[in-house]
């Protein structure tokens, strides 16, 4: 006899039902997943809202839409910390902390993935020592990503954040070079054609002996 398998909800799974299932009832969602809002990792962020709910100073409707954006926000911030953690582990080879950090996200604030060469899924978080480089890098992935990624290259330690969007970045990857696409000769090289026509006076002699 097989086991059904139990599916483990978490955060970006509660959001992508947010928006699948709980168009028909929104009091009824919420109800359905009461327990995992306020007593999972989604407890701080759901719990204010749950109670004003309760107290009637909310409609399920508008209180879902709260939470969704409270989701959103928290998946966010997750990722935020986890890319810092990463890139504030020790160099292997003893090097200086990289101090400008890319980041390729979706519209809905998820990391972005990718396959890498040895098969295997990576986030596309990459570090960078000053923020040419890191433009550059968000260029090319953005280009081969898909149409709602977005990305933000931002100084870990000052607030300066800069937004790439892919319109922009497939531009100036595919942008055309200025200037005719055949380069026009001058008149003394056209002398120089070997295949000009010469024109040349025949003459004939007849003999009267």
Not at 33 to 49: K, M, N, Q, Y
Not at 157 to 163: E, G
Request: with cysteine.
């Amino acid at each position: 006899m097989e086991t059904k398998k139990t599916h483990v909800l978490t955060p970006k799974s509660f959001l992508v039902k947010t928006t699948q299932k709980a168009a028909a009832s929104a009091a009824g969602f919420l109800q359905a997943h009461r327990d995992f809002l306020l007593t999972g990792e989604l407890a701080s962020v759901a719990s204010p809202i749950i109670a004003r709910l309760d107290a009637r100073e909310l409609l399920p409707t508008p209180a879902l839409g709260e939470i969704q954006r409270a989701v959103l926000g928290h998946i966010v911030a997750m990722d935020l910390a986890k890319a810092e953690e990463k890139l504030n582990q020790p160099a292997s080879g003893g090097g200086t902390q990289k101090p400008w950090l890319a980041t390729i996200r979706d519209e809905k604030g998820n990391i972005c993935t990718r396959i890498n060469a040895k098969g295997e899924e990576e986030d596309l978080v990459q570090a960078f020592d000053t923020a040419a480089p890191a433009d550059r890098w968000c260029d090319r992935r953005l280009v081969e990503g898909a149409s709602d990624w977005y990305a933000l290259v931002e100084h870990t330690l000052s607030p300066v954040v800069t937004r790439i969007e892919r319109d922009d970045a497939v531009a100036r990857l595919l942008k055309a070079k200025k200037g005719p696409v055949c380069a026009k000769q001058s008149k003394a090289s056209m002398s120089r054609l070997g295949f000009q026509g010469k024109a040349k006076q025949d003459r004939v002699v007849f003999s009267h002996g």
